[in-house]
T-cell receptor, first 111, second 114 residues
Framework: QKEVEQNSGPLSVPEGAIASLNCTYS??????FFWYRQYSGKSPELIMFIYSNGDKEDGRFTAQLNKASQYVSLLIRDSQPSDSATYLCAVGNTGGFKTIFGAGTRLFVKA | KAGVTQTPRYLIKTRGQQVTLSCSPISGHRSVSWYQQTPGQGLQFLFE???????NKGNFPGRFSGRQFSNSRSEMNVSTLELGDSALYLCASSLGKGGEETQYFGPGTRLLVL
């Protein structure tokens, strides 16, 4: 079992729709959770982080964390073609001093 | 504030050679992590340094090594290059609390081994 799992996609949504990206992790000791966006040929850039159970909203983005289910998700409302990228879920564990990344989900937003 | 910088940006080497990549973190950041990214494996953790000490290491062979200097700049070295080492090598910096912190990535060094 991979430490951080994501559906590789591609996930295709029409412009203006909600895109839902999911991630599960295996280490129950994980304490920090991140979503990064990576455009083709570019390095990852942080979209959001979440540490507590529940929802966290930032503009069109909402991160959801359920530690009991070891599940993290990212919702993108009013999706735009510029949101087309690979979205990486990352999980951090203080004791390990390392962040584990999922393989990423490719998102296509059709105009 | 300047971002994370990596040099060189592109590199072509042949099998058996060695290579050294450099990373300069954001000013004030003391932690540097290195990752290898390939289309098949995604982002794989190589190692993390804080105050010149390696705090954690991923599952890579001993050919992969790194170090950090007193100014927090970091280098990674790959010896006896193999074709499979062709990848994008990314470094990321953070303040230094390890996995809890947001990491900021550099542009990467794209290595091609022929």
């Amino acid at each position: 079992q991979k430490e951080v799992e994501q559906n590789s996609g591609p996930l295709s949504v029409p412009e203006g729709a909600i895109a839902s990206l999911n991630c599960t992790y295996s280490d129950r000791g994980s304490q920090s959770f991140f979503w990064y966006r990576q455009y083709s040929g570019k390095s990852p850039e942080l979209i959001m982080f979440i540490y507590s159970n529940g929802d966290k909203e930032d503009g069109r983005f909402t991160a959801q964390l359920n530690k009991a289910s070891q599940y993290v998700s990212l919702l993108i409302r009013d999706s735009q073609p510029s949101d087309s990228a690979t979205y990486l879920c990352a999980v951090g564990n203080t004791g390990g001093f390392k962040t584990i990344f999922g393989a990423g989900t490719r998102l296509f937003v059709k105009a | 504030k300047a971002g994370v910088t990596q040099t060189p940006r592109y590199l072509i080497k042949t099998r058996g050679q060695q290579v050294t990549l450099s990373c300069s973190p954001i000013s004030g950041h003391r932690s540097v992590s290195w990752y290898q990214q390939t289309p098949g494996q995604g982002l794989q953790f190589l190692f993390e340094y804080f105050s010149e000490t390696q705090r954690n290491k991923g599952n890579f062979p001993g050919r992969f090594s790194g170090r950090q200097f007193s100014n927090s700049r970091s280098e990674m070295n790959v010896s006896t290059l193999e074709l499979g080492d062709s990848a994008l090598y990314l470094c990321a910096s953070s303040l230094g609390k390890g996995g809890e912190e947001t990491q900021y990535f550099g542009p990467g060094t794209r290595l091609l081994v022929l």
